[in-house]
């Protein structure tokens, strides 16, 4: 449940006037690590290689959360607002007006470029780059409500959350449709000192509660069974509680072994944001009292975009998240967490110089949980103060985003035959919108189509396609059987 209008701050595209106010403009939001195969699936449904499309805020239309996608004449236009599952939802059922989609009916022609060919890369003529025109931004003039949310958990378990929070309503959606398997690998950032010793650990139940309930208390021999690891503290990261992602980890996890499930969500965890530098730690929410001083972060405003500061800075502390409040659900100190998974992704794959040569309390390892889109980008980057995050086994079972999309065919068949564990159901919930008329259902279902009978949905999972499940379980977090 992120405060939906605090994010519209950065949230629109500013586009001239232009004529698409006869369109059907359909309003898309929740899941950011489903995001590849939702805009794929829009880019197909407005006509592939004739749709035309307009992002901002990253360097690909699939790898931004704001983002514009139309078919040749205008006279349909996807609008994108990527902000979490459990945020997506509440914002469907509970018919959040805000500003943070961007404006359909100010595009204008001249400042989008057509798609080009399908050896731009994607699946069915769906290019996810080189082909696009980033526009600029500023605020959307008119307000919007959702009318598709993406979900990697059933609103069950995305309910448990909206409920505790003093901002809701008791509607359910009126379409739940499951598209798709959503794979995660829980990802390592060692200290450059201690890079050697974290090759080939599991993560597990057992270590993930007694790692995440720890404060800051568990110690890297706990994973390695190793008493010169007792020097090395592990500081676990990971996202805040509209994230689907988290929600999915804790449930997978039974976290605090309390057995399988969805009731796990709402328990509190302790997760730690990254600092350039220690006196930073000390402020709270930064030296500066600005989330720019956290590394990942990156925006100079309160919402996290990854764009900015503190890009390029080296990690020198950890700290507990500070206490928050998202529309009314309180989150203690440490219970917060990233608002995205490309930014814990960064953050997980920065040089964390945090060694005894810099506070004095010994090595460090920082852990965290991603989908596989984004632990593609943790696992491979590069550049200033970037190094390759370490990829986990979880349960002993071991898949490999880093390969490449799709994943190789040991990595996808461990999901697809019940080996490897850590994913969970994609869901697209819609809800009956009167003003958009017969359409809405005709395109909701045609995106459905493109989802599951296209196969577009492998793209977000890195080549696992429902359909080829042997494979099932009953809820979130649940036996696989």
């Not at 592939?48 to 205008?74: D, E, P, R, W």
């Not at 505790?164 to 398997?181: E, F, L």
């Not at 980890?249 to 039974?254: D, K, P, S, V």
């Not at 509190?268 to 720019?292: E, H, I, K, L, N």
Request: net charge negative; charged share 10%; aromatic share 8%.
């Amino acid at each position: 449940m992120k405060s939906i209008n605090m994010l519209a701050a950065v949230a629109a595209l500013a586009l001239s006037s232009a004529g698409f106010a006869s369109a059907q403009t359909i309003h898309v939001t929740g899941s950011t690590a489903f995001r590849v195969a939702v805009v794929s699936a829009e880019v197909q449904v407005c006509g592939g290689l004739t749709a035309k499309a307009s992002y901002f805020q990253n360097t690909s239309l699939t790898g931004s959360n704001y983002s514009i996608v139309t078919n040749s004449s205008g006279s349909l236009v996807f609008t994108n607002f990527f902000n979490g599952s459990i945020a997506g939802d509440e914002a469907l059922v509970d018919g959040v007006t805000t500003l943070g989609f961007p404006n359909g009916s100010d595009l204008a022609p001249t400042t989008i470029a057509s798609v080009g060919t399908a050896s731009n890369g994607g699946a069915n003529g769906a290019v996810e780059s080189s082909t696009y025109t980033a526009s600029s931004y500023a605020f959307a003039s008119t307000p919007a409500k959702a009318d598709i949310a993406m979900s990697d958990v059933a609103f069950t378990t995305a309910q448990k959350i909206i409920l505790a929070s003093t901002d809701h309503t008791t509607v359910t959606p009126t379409t739940d449709n499951k598209v798709g398997i959503i794979p995660f690998v829980f990802v390592l950032n060692p200290s450059t000192d201690v890079t050697s010793t974290v090759t080939g650990l599991s993560m597990d139940a057992q270590k993930f509660t007694y790692t995440w309930q720890s404060a800051g208390s568990a110690f890297l021999s706990f994973y390695t069974g190793n008493s010169a690891d007792n020097a090395t503290t592990i500081y676990p990261m990971g996202r805040d509680v509209d994230s689907g992602t988290r929600a999915t980890a804790l449930a997978e996890t039974g976290y605090t072994l309390l057995g399988s499930g969805a009731n796990a969500i709402t328990l509190s965890v302790a997760q730690y944001f990254p600092y350039g530098s220690t006196s930073d730690v000390s402020g709270g929410d930064g030296g500066s009292g600005s989330t720019s001083d956290i590394v990942g972060w990156g925006a100079t405003s309160a919402v996290p975009t990854f764009a900015g500061a503190a890009s390029g800075t080296a990690i020198a502390a950890f700290g507990l998240v500070p206490a928050e409040s998202i529309d009314g659900y309180a989150m203690a100190q440490g219970d917060g967490g990233f608002y995205s998974g490309g930014n814990l992704a960064t953050a997980l794959s920065t040089v964390n110089s945090d060694t005894a040569t810099v506070n004095g309390a010994g090595p460090t390892v920082a852990i965290g949980y991603l989908g596989v889109s984004d632990a593609k980008s943790a696992l491979t980057a590069s550049g200033t103060n970037r190094v390759h995050g370490v990829l986990m086994n979880y349960n002993g079972a071991k898949i490999d985003p880093s390969t490449g999309n799709p994943m190789s065919s040991t990595s996808i068949s461990a999901i697809e035959q019940g080996q490897y564990t850590f994913w969970g159901t994609e869901h697209l919930f819609s809800k009956d919108n009167n003003a958009q008329g017969t359409g809405l259902s005709t395109n909701v279902t045609a995106m459905i189509n493109a989802l599951t009978v296209s196969s577009l949905d492998e793209e977000s999972s890195y080549g696992v396609t429902i359909s080829a499940m042997a494979v099932s379980r009953s809820g979130d977090g649940l036996n696989v059987q």
